[in-house]
């Protein structure tokens, strides 16, 4: 049979881009989304599921990061250690002061897929203020 035959991509071939979030009064959930599917690759017409065709996001400003209603108050990060006792939970207020950065990379895991074998957390990088050191590798402004 002869006619088009389907693209998939590889990795010796992906050309990998840096881009720049300023998350200033952005709200947390647009952010991750946008920002997942750029760790993903998806926004790429090369798009290949078993390839890691994402770029590298480096995120500023995370410690002025915008949450909607009143989500410092209400909703709540819970882990458990598996220990009788082990139970702990703290509301999205108290994550912003003990680490921004921390509750913004949580945020974006959580719209990653779950399997491990493409490792997107390496290319996100988060800073709580407005300087990073990678400058270097000229990042792109995407403004949400």
Known sequence: MT???????????VQRNWFLIDAT??????????????LT???KPIYTPHVDTGDFVVVINADKVGLT???LETSKIHSYSGYPGGFKE???????????VRLLERIIK???????????GRKLKVYAGANHPHAAQKPVTITL
């Open 25 to 38: 009064d952005v709200p947390a959930g647009r952010l991750a989304s946008r920002v997942a599917l750029i």
């Open 69 to 71: 209603g009143n989500k």
């Open 90 to 100: 703290m509301t999205y207020g108290e994550a912003m002061k003990r680490s921004s």
């Open 3 to 13: 006619g088009n035959r389907t693209f998939m991509a590889r990795k010796e071939t």
């Open 41 to 43: 690759g998806k926004n």
């Open 110 to 120: 959580g719209m990653l897929p779950k399997h491990n074998h493409l490792n997107f």
